[in-house]
Antibody, heavy 122, light 113 residues
Framework: EVQLVQSRAEVKKPGESLKISCKGSGYNFNRFWIGWVRQMSGKGLEWMGIIYPEDSDTRYSPSFQGQVTISVDRSNSIAYLQWSSLKASDTAMYYC???????????????WGQGSPVTVSS | DIVMTQSPDSLAVSLGERATINCKSSQSVLSTSNNMNFLAWYQQKPGQAPKLLIYWASTRESGVPDRFGGSGSGTDFALTINSLQAEDVAVYYCQQYYSAPITFGQGTRLEIK
């Protein structure tokens, strides 16, 4: 069974750094793109970027380029989303998701993590 | 970026009736190389992660009840829910994956009348 298990809720102060995680299991982790999606409270879904674990090919939405870093730990089947300096506007729910059966990174997302809530407040 | 616009923003339908949600893309998401529409639909219930319902515009994901159906091509798409059930109350999103950045519609909130 494919599962994506995300890290717990985080409460941080502005300016702090953060790295949240998404552990995949039940499939060949290296062979499927994994992406991150932001959902601010009461709002819609925003695609942040994707990574192909096998070669770490990473693509960012222009809206998030330079604001976050996506990475993977292939040996432990974990994808990461990190910030070097959080802002209050980063407060949101963050989901990881695995692509379906497509060639290339342009694909629907068949499996989703449970979400990692991030709160940034002084 | 491809802009996805859903209509209506919210919808109230009686149990057992049909609900239709529309999605329009600012440019075609039909690939001429494989004749497939790069369009998916997701359901998000309160407090839950989104769930894939439909991909390639009309292919139902495994385990999704057959009362859910997707249609359309090019720039105009629809999600139809026949015989609405109470558990279908959710926000529904369309998504284009034809070109980066992948974009979602703003969501349509479906309620029971």
């Amino acid at each position: 069974e494919v599962q994506l298990v995300q890290s717990r809720a985080e409460v941080k102060k502005p300016g702090e750094s953060l790295k949240i995680s998404c552990k995949g299991s039940g499939y060949n982790f290296n062979r499927f793109w994994i992406g991150w999606v932001r959902q601010m409270s009461g709002k819609g879904l925003e695609w942040m970027g994707i990574i192909y674990p096998e070669d770490s090919d990473t693509r960012y939405s222009p809206s998030f380029q330079g604001q976050v870093t996506i990475s993977v730990d292939r040996s432990n089947s974990i994808a990461y989303l990190q910030w070097s300096s959080l802002k209050a506007s980063d407060t949101a729910m963050y989901y990881c998701a695995r692509q379906g059966f497509c060639s290339g990174g342009n694909c629907y997302w068949g499996y989703w993590g449970q979400g990692s809530p991030v709160t940034v407040s002084s | 970026d491809i802009v996805m616009t859903q209509s209506p923003d919210s919808l109230a339908v009686s149990l057992g009736e049909r609900a239709t949600i529309n999605c329009k893309s600012s440019q075609s998401v039909l690939s001429t190389s494989n004749n497939m529409n790069f369009l998916a639909w997701y359901q998000q219930k309160p407090g839950q992660a989104p769930k894939l319902l439909i991909y390639w515009a009309s292919t139902r994901e495994s385990g999704v009840p057959d009362r859910f159906g997707g249609s359309g091509s090019g720039t105009d798409f629809a999600l139809t829910i026949n015989s609405l059930q109470a558990e279908d109350v959710a926000v529904y999103y369309c998504q284009q994956y034809y070109s980066a950045p992948i974009t979602f519609g703003q969501g349509t909130r479906l309620e029971i009348k």
